[in-house]
């Protein structure tokens, strides 16, 4: 697990996006961010977390948060999968996996009795000033986003 800790500085990271843009924590300060790891672009689970912070994009850009959803996919399937569900949420890719061991987030996974290393589906919230606020491990997508939205208004 990454060293990540409620109150301390979130750990910095530049990603590329679909658009060409970088996403990066430098160029958010200002802005509280959702920062949320998924193991993949257009898989049931993924595409539900996604859509349903697409469906409140609006009510967090409200209070001043920005979304970013982290996956190793690329720049292009990122905007395959932005295009085909009409996504709202910035995707970064980190391919090299640089940001998702610095959160701590690849880990071992056990699925259908097979062990293998991948990306545990976890988000981070992280307030104006770039420190880690909240963090939910193991999420489970259906109502997440909602939950994120309610810890951000707390804030």
């Known amino acids: ?9 979130a750990p910095a990271f530049s990603l590329p996006t679909a658009s060409g843009e970088k996403v990066t924590l430098a ?51 990122h905007q395959k999968f932005t ?20 959160y701590g987030v690849w880990v071992e996974k056990n699925m259908y009795g097979k062990k293998m290393m991948g990306i545990e589906r976890a988000t981070f919230l992280i307030d104006s000033k770039g420190v880690v606020q909240q963090i939910w491990r193991k999420v489970k997508a259906p109502g997440h986003a909602a939950a994120v939205l309610t810890a951000a208004k707390s804030l």
């Open 83 to 102: 295009d085909k569900y009409d996504l709202a949420v910035t995707l970064g890719s980190d391919e090299d996996g640089k940001a998702i061991e610095r």
């Open 1 to 9: 697990m990454g060293d990540i800790v409620i109150g301390k500085p």
């Open 27 to 77: 160029k958010l300060k200002g802005k509280g961010v959702v920062l949320y790891f998924y193991p993949r672009d257009d898989t049931p689970g993924c595409t539900t977390e996604a859509k349903e912070f697409s469906t409140l994009a609006k009510e967090f850009d409200k209070i001043g948060f920005e979304i970013v959803g982290v996956s190793k996919d690329s720049p292009e399937r």
